[in-house]
């Protein structure tokens, strides 16, 4: 559970909430347990990804490639703190542009 957040959603009516990188949950379940309506967004780890497209990690490397935050702008001048994450998946012994 995340600590700030729970001071700051203290403060607020339940409402509608976007969990992004919810990992195990914690944070949407305690959100909801008080009455928010919750919808979580898990990124999978690069293992969960090579198992699910059944990829041979001898063949196959897959890493994070996250970018730095930033603050991204909105409606009425509101701000976000803002993370791509991305998994590159490349064939091991390819070019940059995949290769062999």
């Known amino acids: ?9 203290e403060l607020l009516p339940p409402g509608t909430a976007l969990d992004l990188g919810c990992g195990a949950g914690g944070d949407a379940l305690w959100l909801a347990g008080r009455g ?5 967004v898990r990124y999978p780890t690069p293992r969960e990804v090579a198992t699910e497209l059944a ?3 001898a063949e196959w490397s897959i ?7 930033r603050q991204a702008s909105g409606p009425a001048g509101r701000t976000a703190t803002v993370v791509d994450h991305v998994l590159v998946i490349r064939r091991r012994g390819a070019d940059p542009e995949g290769r062999r």
């Not at 928010?36 to 979580?40: C, G, L, P």
């Not at 890493?63 to 935050?69: G, L, S």
């Open 36 to 40: 928010w309506q919750v919808t979580e």
């Open 55 to 57: 990829l041979d990690s």
């Open 1 to 9: 559970m995340n600590p700030r957040l729970a001071e700051i959603a």
């Open 63 to 69: 890493e994070r490639a996250d970018t730095p935050q």
